[in-house]
């Protein structure tokens, strides 16, 4: 491999990173704090992908899709977990068995809907005008939109670091990940809470589906690999932890990539090696921590 192909690899493993963080930050979230296991969350994904399909269609503006997408998705959570989830919590498999089923009716939902040109077909989301040429690199041509992606996820690492860190709601979420019990003795609203955060993992998911889209396409069944990576991530990273997610995104996105080229018969078993060894170390994950209560 020449430095050229080195770089342009690790470049597509950075890409891939920030496009792993905006998926698991809000899965890393709801399984730390709500103690849920959201197995519908790459249904999310293809959902939000789909919606910004319909959005860029309808409006001709792929930015238009980057706003409503993740909106209508945190909509879908704000309904979700209250008429879901809520009674459920402390119930692992039924959780794990209503959010599987609730995939499945998202998966066959959007194969049904070739009136709205969603369908089991393959689709393609265009990239936006402006990125969708390409920049001399080390003296190769590299998509300048795949730059942006790594730009736009760390932008939202930053933003959410903010959020999660200097805000007041920021508190509240890591006192609930640290111990939702205490934090409801205390009289918070853990309820609305967990629903607002529900709300928000789900909005990223579709984020993630919209940013994703141009780069790999759309169909049913695209679901299942970004819920395998993003577990991952989470796993490596830590439950519960913003930074755990950015650290998980960072090892698992270009280890992917370096291994899809190296050793492509062996990538997905390279990522599950390096996650059996960080367990094997480090059982709560590389940032994450022992919580309270659990």
Do not use: C
């Not at 920021?170 to 990940?177: F, H, I, Q, S």
């Amino acid at each position: 491999m020449t430095f050229e192909d080195a770089l342009q690899q690790a470049l597509n493993g950075l890409s891939f990173g920030a496009l792993l963080f905006i998926l698991a930050a809000g899965l890393s979230l709801i399984f730390g704090m709500m103690d849920v296991v959201n197995l519908a969350h790459g249904a999310f994904y293809m959902l939000g992908a789909y919606v910004a399909l319909s959005v860029t269609r309808a409006t001709g503006s792929f930015w238009a899709a980057v706003v409503v997408a993740p909106l209508a998705l945190a909509v879908v959570g704000l309904a979700i977990e209250p008429l879901l989830l809520r009674r459920l919590r402390g119930r692992h498999l039924d959780q794990v068995l209503i959010t599987i089923g609730l995939s499945l009716v998202i998966a066959d939902f959007i194969r049904l809907r070739d009136d709205w040109g969603w369908g089991a077909t393959v689709r393609a989301l265009p990239f936006p005008p402006g990125l969708d040429g390409s920049i001399a690199v080390a003296g190769s041509a590299y998509p300048t939109y795949r730059l942006f992606v790594v730009a736009f996820g760390a932008g939202l690492a930053l933003l959410l670091y903010v959020l999660h860190r200097r805000t007041s709601v920021g508190a509240l979420v890591r006192a609930g990940v640290d111990d939702a019990e205490m934090l409801s003795a205390l009289g918070v609203d853990t309820d609305r809470l967990f629903t607002l955060t529900f709300a928000v993992g789900a909005g990223l998911a579709g984020l993630a589906g919209v940013v994703a889209a141009p780069v790999f396409g759309l169909q049913p069944g695209m679901d299942v690999d970004a819920l395998i990576y993003s577990l991952i991530v989470v796993v490596v990273g830590g439950l519960g932890s913003l930074s755990g997610a950015v650290a998980g995104s960072a090892v698992v996105g270009p280890a992917d990539t370096f291994g899809k080229v190296l050793f492509p018969q062996f990538a997905l078993a390279l990522i599950f090696a390096i996650m059996a060894l960080v367990l094997l170390f480090r059982p709560t994950g590389l940032l994450g921590r022992v919580r309270i209560g659990r």
